[in-house]
């Protein structure tokens, strides 16, 4: 086993869902709530990485993080070729299944609630917090278990902005290639087994929060309003 | 007509216009401490303008002042103002109850408490006061309409709010419950001075809580005044057929029991349900047209309709 990847993978992983997540959630709740002119493209966008060639994206993220880039311009702050580059590679990945997600969750969340909690004196951070949030869990925590999954498997984008520099951004996608590359099966068979464990936990814990409760029955005798 | 008695103090003064699409709302009034009734056909503005009222529809133009504080203001005299919802501190009950599904009654109830030290006995205290004491811990998908509408107005009285806003808040309570809760408002309004709102499309809510009544029609208020008054004297046929009047009439209390009272209009006797009226008082009755069954001389009289007979002459009815 490659340890070493094992370990970079997870901290990428990590990292990237913490960008998924905060990301994902403000854009969600951006898109679900507010109407603002351009909001179609920023949503077509923000989804483009699931269906663009990894490479492509990978692209874009050269220009962006690299030399002439603003990243590099205005920040000053040098990540191509670094676990970084992997972690934002994983994060762009995985943040459109979150958004989707979460988006749809927070949709869902009647706004006829969000107006009772403002009437009850909730400023707008605890109506989303206290109603929102709570209301759209399953979508929100679905999303970022997809997106992590997502990250977790980064392979293309990864490979253009980070390289595949064992020990300092080879991640366990990049390190199964290598292994199959230099013929190494063994390794490969262990890598594998393990990336699909762990993409089979994900999707499974996935498929439990969204499986609808079983449908609640009234107590007995509660359906007709009781005489006090 | 439609100004306080003037013993009243205006607490609430509401002016406000709104447009939306083909809709144009214009509503002027002014409310001290009582319970106003809103009533008007659906589509006629009434829950648009508890919402505008608690702050979560914005008027295009208006006024909206409670207890000397500006809620709204926009295209009047003065600075605009448009202060937001949840500093206003007013009691809502919606008319879909809206309870948060993922707290517990007791959690809904606390909900406008929070971080106050006695939040949990507080709402516990309100739920027992609504007889619901048993149900705290139930979620809303738990609760039957009437429990969760007795949550709703524990909820909305929780932050002890001067201003209660009711949209049909019994709809949903059978008839035992509705009088008691219609009782317990009234006295929860003239102990605290609270100023109550409420939409309602009931009758016995009209009579039983309403001091005063406003007819909305339209997006415009028709008529406001004493119940009564409105019912007695309806500014236009359309108010008057808004409020359904239909077999209004002056009776006479002869006989009160405890089991019911007796009234007697032009010579002919009804039974009603026991109300508190004074023998010898002259109130204004009516028959809903559904309750009036015309019994066919050559058909069984049905043993249950044994009271209330009235022998009809069929004299000709002349309708204005």
Redesign the interface.
């Known amino acids: 086993m490659n340890w070493q990847a094992l370990l970079l993978s997870l901290q990428v992983t990590a990292v990237a869902s913490v960008l998924i997540f905060v990301f994902g959630l403000a854009l969600a709740l951006l898109f679900a709530r507010k109407h603002f002119p351009g909001r179609l493209i920023a949503e077509t966008i923000v989804t483009l990485p699931m269906v663009l060639p990894p490479t492509v994206v990978g692209y874009y993220l050269l220009l962006f993080l690299g030399q002439g880039g603003p990243i590099v311009g205005w920040l000053r702050v040098h990540v191509l070729f670094t676990w970084q580059a992997a972690a934002v590679a994983s994060a762009v990945a995985g943040l459109p299944l979150m958004v989707l997600s979460a988006q749809a969750a927070i949709a869902n969340v ?1 706004p ?2 969000e ?9 707008e951070p ?1 109506v989303f917090f ?2 929102t949030l ?2 759209a869990r399953r979508g929100v925590l679905a999303g970022l278990l997809l997106g992590s999954a997502r990250a977790l498997g980064e392979f293309g984008a990864t490979l253009m902005v980070a390289g595949n520099i064992p020990g300092r951004t080879q991640t366990m996608p990049l390190a199964i290639y290598d292994a199959v590359q230099t013929g190494r099966y063994d390794l490969a068979n262990q890598m594998v087994l393990l990336m699909t464990a762990l993409a089979f936990m994900g999707l499974w814990w996935v498929r439990r929060i969204e499986q609808p409760k079983r449908p ?1 029955t ?2 007995p005798g ?7 | 007509m439609g100004s306080l008695s003037p013993l009243e103090k205006t607490r609430l003064t509401v002016d406000v216009e709104l447009h939306r699409g083909s809709f144009r709302l214009g509503i002027n009034f002014q409310a001290g401490a009582e319970i106003l009734i809103l009533f008007g056909p659906s589509g006629a503005g009434k829950s648009t303008l508890l919402n505008m009222i608690s702050g979560l529809v914005k008027p295009d133009a208006g006024e909206i002042i409670f207890d000397g504080v500006t809620f709204f203001r926009k295209h009047r005299p003065g600075i605009n103002i448009n202060l937001a919802a949840r500093k206003r501190r007013i009691g809502y009950v919606f008319q879909d109850y809206a309870l948060f599904p993922h707290l517990t009654a007791v959690e809904n109830v606390a909900y406008p408490l929070w971080r106050q030290k006695d939040a949990d006995s507080k709402a516990a205290m309100l739920l027992k006061k609504l007889g619901i004491a048993h149900l705290g811990n139930r979620y809303p998908h738990e609760l039957s309409g009437g429990q969760k509408q007795r949550v709703a107005i524990a909820r909305a009285l929780a932050p002890d709010p001067k201003l209660l806003l009711l949209d049909e808040p019994f709809s949903a309570l059978d008839l035992s419950l509705r009088e008691r809760l219609q009782s317990d408002l009234s006295a929860l309004q003239s102990e605290s001075g609270l100023v109550v709102i409420c939409v309602t499309h009931n009758l016995e809510d009209m009579f039983t809580l309403g001091d005063r009544l406003a007819v909305i029609q339209n997006g415009n208020l028709d008529q406001i005044g004493q119940v009564e008054e409105v019912f007695n004297s309806p500014v236009n046929h359309q108010v008057a057929s808004t409020l359904g009047i239909q077999n209004l009439f002056q009776a006479r209390v002869v006989d009160s029991r405890a089991n019911g009272i007796v009234l007697e209009w032009d010579g002919l006797y009804f039974e009603a349900p026991f109300q508190p009226v004074k023998v010898g008082e002259l109130v204004t009755a009516y028959i809903r047209a559904e309750d009036i069954k015309v019994l066919y001389p050559d058909m069984q009289l049905n043993k249950a309709v044994s009271h209330n007979q009235v022998a009809g002459a069929n004299p000709p009815c002349q309708w204005p």
């Open positions: 009647d006829a609630l107006n009772a909690a403002r009437g009850l004196g909730s400023s605890g206290r109603v709570p209301l609640q009234p107590p509660d359906v007709k309003e009781q005489r006090s």
